[in-house]
């Protein structure tokens, strides 16, 4: 019970932090379009979780020498893969 709490409360943070507004312009600036109504569900909250990101990263680093923004890659998870040696 806990736990759905819990990820409840992190799905709330996520949504209310960004608008559906920033969602449609997104997908319409960048001509987005999706195979499935599923897959348009996970890369809407992949944006939503990269534009909260993005606006935290913003509210904690207000003096940074670069800027972070919403650009055609914000629907997709952040990866790093390591170089194999």
């Given at each position: 019970?806990?736990?759905?709490?819990?990820?409840?409360?992190?799905?709330?943070?996520?949504?209310?932090?960004?608008?559906?507004?920033?969602?449609?312009?997104?997908?319409?600036?960048?001509?987005?379009?999706?195979?499935?109504?599923?897959?348009?569900?996970?890369?809407?909250?992949?944006?939503?979780?990269?534009?909260?990101?993005?606006?935290?990263?913003?509210?904690?680093?207000?003096?940074?020498t670069f800027t972070l923004g919403i650009n055609h890659l914000t629907d997709r998870r952040i990866e790093v893969n390591p170089i194999?040696?």
């Amino acid at each position: 019970m806990h736990i759905k709490l819990i990820i409840f409360l992190v799905v709330l943070n996520v949504v209310s932090s960004s608008s559906p507004f920033d969602w449609l312009k997104f997908k319409r600036h960048y001509n987005k379009h999706y195979k499935s109504a599923a897959e348009e569900a996970e890369r809407k909250q992949i944006f939503l979780e990269n534009v909260n990101r993005i606006r935290t990263y913003e509210r904690l680093h207000p003096n940074a020498t670069f800027t972070l923004g919403i650009n055609h890659l914000t629907d997709r998870r952040i990866e790093v893969n390591p170089i194999s040696r």
